[in-house]
């Protein structure tokens, strides 16, 4: 699909010299919904269009009723990344730290969301140590001693989930729960998957809530030896897969969460497998990529292909030094570089450092892998634990067909 937007719609001759005739001044509310949405599609951005659709009921049926116009607006304007949940502390809510846009419609965005997560449930009034364990789709899942919760800040949903207990059926004194991961639809928001997968000895196995029948499916265990040597919260969702990598194993795992199957994926030999300064996400088309920095500040991409044999393998496509870049952005400050995220054609960065007087720095940044540009996004005295929160459909702008006939999020106000 072109990234280049269409042509503007020629007004019909017909209809101009109509109105001529009658003497009447067409309006905007004489465009039928093609041209309403050639329209749309030049705003310059997901906030703005929001905007715009709620105008009238008219406008909105127009973006509601076009599953293609929705397409062809997410390929032309990706979401726009709103900001970064921080963990401050583990007694403490995560931490929003909000990018300062001069976009009007991002910054109302902003202003109309939960961000704070007011709306996460305490208990004899007080907080109850919610954790974030994932971000993507406009979610947050965050997870205590007791349960999960999917909370929407900008419909300031809330869903409480229970813990999978029967997960632990058939384990040792090894078991330990190992990460969890969100899963939605951008076509149907109305439902949502977790993923849990935990691990004993030298076997995994995984669990997937919907939110449609409200309960857990419990999957096989699977031998994948090593020795229970799975990293903890390592896992990376790409393309309904999780991949998770072991400790000082040159390879991961891949769990195919439609068919929960589970198979070995070797890792790039440049990569050091007892750091964590690597990650896999996905280009913008899709593709899996790997992404790893060195301790010399060369950031380098793999992306996952094939031999002449049909063996799957890692193609090099790019060695970027980073240290000019980054010296810059930090004015002269450098120190520990880590690959936080891949995410849609967008690498997210951490540089953390000591200052001479003790005071420990930290920088967020984003890299495209397309331009290969880099982009300060936040900085200040915290940890390097971040997750991008990137704006996400809101669900008045999507028909809902039917096809979801389960639970339901509803916004609290």
Known sequence: MGSQLPPPPAASTATTHAAAADGMTTTISSLGQDQLLEIFLRLPNLPALVRAALTCRSWLGAVRSSRPFRRLFRALHPAPLLGLFLEVDEDAAPSFAPLRRTDPDVAAALRCGDFFLTSLPVQDGAYTGWGIVDCRDGYILLRNMFSLAAVNPMTWAVDIIPMPDDVRAGSGLSFGFLGFHLMSSEENPWSLRVVCVCADVSRVRAAVFSSETWDWAIHPW???????????????????????????????????????????????????????????????????????????????????GVDGDGIGIWVPQNI????????????????????????????????????????????????????????????????????????????????????????EVEASH
């Open 222 to 304: 699977v031998e994948i030896g090593g020795d229970n040597s799975l990293k903890y919260n390592a896992g990376m969702l790409v393309d309904g897969s999780v991949y998770w990598p072991f400790h000082g194993e040159h390879r991961m795992i891949r769990i195919n969460t439609a068919t929960m199957e589970v198979i070995n994926v070797d890792l790039p030999l440049q990569v050091d497998v007892e750091s964590c300064n690597y990650n896999a996400g996905e280009t913008r088309d899709g593709q899996l990529c790997i992404v790893y920095a060195a301790d010399d500040f060369h950031l380098h991409v793999w992306i996952r």
């Open 320 to 407: 970027l030094s980073l240290s000019a870049e980054i010296g810059r952005v930090t004015r002269g400050w450098l120190g520990h570089l880590r690959v936080v995220q891949v995410r849609s054609g967008y690498v997210y960065l951490s540089m953390k450092c000591i200052t001479p007087v003790g005071i420990l720095r930290c920088w967020f940044l984003s890299l495209s892998l397309e331009t290969m540009k880099i982009e300060s996004l936040i900085h200040g005295t915290f940890g390097d634990s971040a997750y991008p929160y990137i704006m996400a459909w809101p669900p008045c702008l999507i028909g809902h067909d039917g096809s979801s006939t389960g639970h």
